[in-house]
């Protein structure tokens, strides 16, 4: 919220830099200064860094590094109001609060470096999701029945049963293991330096005990959706000692916005290294058969053959990846193995779809062929069906929703599986877009239906 949160520029031609801010100040709440110290006071500080633009702090970053380490400043370098419209417009289309954590990068293209301070709250994520379902202070109408300005913490993504992890280093205080005693559910509640506290709310299981220290990124629950909930998710509050009294929030039992203290996944390397913090957690995160997070590839022609101009790009691009068919013929993946011998290669199990009533076992039976004759060919990654949101593969006929897709699917690994035990199986790309009546089933709504078999897939 803006009492967190604020962004400083220059006193010279003062409102033609508020106009430079003011889709972005729209757009997440922010408040706006040309006074310095007042910018230093709040826990997160946007600043327009601007040649002269500051005659009595001189360097504006070290000077706020210098009187208030406390808050985390986010240094915009420009030359301009334009300049800066330019970015913070920027930064609203892509839904991006706040630049980088440690550096940043001028208009002449100069790098520039901020330091983390480690006297502050980083909160490292909590989910393996970096989806924010419900933003902190939302839908006051909703929340003022029970006395509050607004959504009192941050709706985080997690599907039932997956990993919530703590946000910083800390002592638990307080377990709650009876789902039905208060409105968070099982949740958990965790101490931390300088006054801060966290709850994580909604849980399905508790892993902690009161006393107990926990690191950043230590697991200390599952996700669930108990207490006042509806669907499964990570319901994340932020307490400060005394911010009630002081009048640092209009929230009730001391509870400010978490979200300028977050640090978001892709961050947390960068963030943990500048801390010095082992950063053992995040390489345990899911693990794959190629040593880089991304490969470059293609697919296959959609009838699985491979013709000599596919051979050539193949070649001459290096590629690493490519995406077969089930009907991919032997002498085509020899001659893939022979262009580039560490080539990863997955299958797509797939056929048209007739408008007979099939069965799960009826589909894997006719598919079982194709599986085990690349799967003796050293073919363990299996993408089962494709665009299952479009009726032309079944939607309307065989299922009418991703939930009714997700168990059809479930079905069809299950009878795959026994039989081709080192095989991951993995959940289809769907057909991007919207609803498309009688053609294609909303893609997000699908997949959000679907989210519960997405998480026990291979991939």
């Not at 808050?71 to 915009?76: L, N, Y």
């Not at 690349?374 to 949101?389: A, C, D, V």
């Amino acid at each position: 919220m803006a009492e967190s949160h604020i962004i400083l520029v220059p006193r010279a031609d003062y409102f033609d830099w508020v106009k430079a801010t003011q889709k972005y100040v729209l757009a997440f709440g922010v408040n706006i200064t040309p006074d310095p110290p007042k910018a230093g006071s709040m826990e997160n500080a946007t600043v327009a860094v601007v040649p002269n633009g500051y005659p009595d702090e001189d360097d504006i970053v070290k000077w706020l590094n210098k009187h208030f380490p406390q808050p985390r400043v986010d240094a915009i370098h420009v030359e301009s109001p334009d300049e800066l419209m330019e970015v913070m417009n920027d930064r609203v289309t892509n839904e991006q609060r706040y630049g980088s954590l440690t550096s940043g990068t001028m208009r002449n293209g100069d790098t520039v470096s901020f330091p983390i301070s480690a006297d502050r709250l980083y909160l490292f994520w909590p989910t393996d999701y970096s989806t924010i379902y419900q933003s902190f202070g939302a839908n006051p109408e909703i929340y003022a029945k029970w006395g509050l300005p607004g959504h009192e913490g941050v709706d985080i993504r997690a599907p039932m049963n997956t990993n919530i992890y703590a946000c910083a280093d800390g002592e638990v205080y307080r377990i709650e293991k009876d789902p039905d005693v208060h409105a968070y559910g099982k949740h958990v509640r965790i101490r931390h330096p300088n006054g801060y506290r966290t709850v994580y709310g909604h849980l399905s299981e508790v892993k902690v005990s009161v006393g107990q220290k926990v690191k950043a990124k230590e697991l200390i629950g599952k996700a669930d959706s108990t207490g006042n909930s509806t669907g499964s998710h990570l319901h994340l509050v932020l307490k400060k000692d005394g911010a009630t009294d002081n009048g640092a929030t209009d929230f009730r039992g001391d509870i400010i916005d978490p979200t300028p203290f977050l640090v978001y996944p892709h961050q947390e390397a960068q963030v943990m290294e500048a801390l010095n913090v082992s950063a053992e957690v995040l390489a345990s995160r899911a693990t794959f058969a190629w040593t880089r997070p991304c490969l470059v590839g293609l697919n296959a022609r959609d009838d699985g053959t491979m013709q000599e101009v596919d051979y050539t790009v193949v070649k001459t691009a290096q590629l690493e990846a490519i995406k077969i068919f089930g009907n991919t013929p032997s002498t085509a993946l020899n001659k893939l193995r022979k262009l580039i011998p560490n080539v990863f290669i997955m299958a797509r199990i797939t056929c048209e779809m007739s408008q007979t009533i099939e069965t799960p076992q009826t589909w894997a039976a006719r598919m079982y062929g194709d599986v085990e004759r690349l799967y003796n060919q050293g073919i363990r990654y299996f993408e089962i069906h494709q665009s299952p949101n479009l009726q032309m593969y079944g939607l309307n006929h065989l299922w009418h929703s991703g939930g009714g897709f997700g168990r059809w699917w479930m079905d069809i690994v299950l009878h795959l599986k026994d039989p081709f035990p080192e095989a991951r199986f993995g959940f289809p790309g769907v057909s991007p877009g919207g609803q498309v009546e009688g053609q294609r089933m909303d893609a997000k709504i699908f997949l959000e239906q679907a989210d519960e078999t997405i998480q026990t897939a291979d991939w």
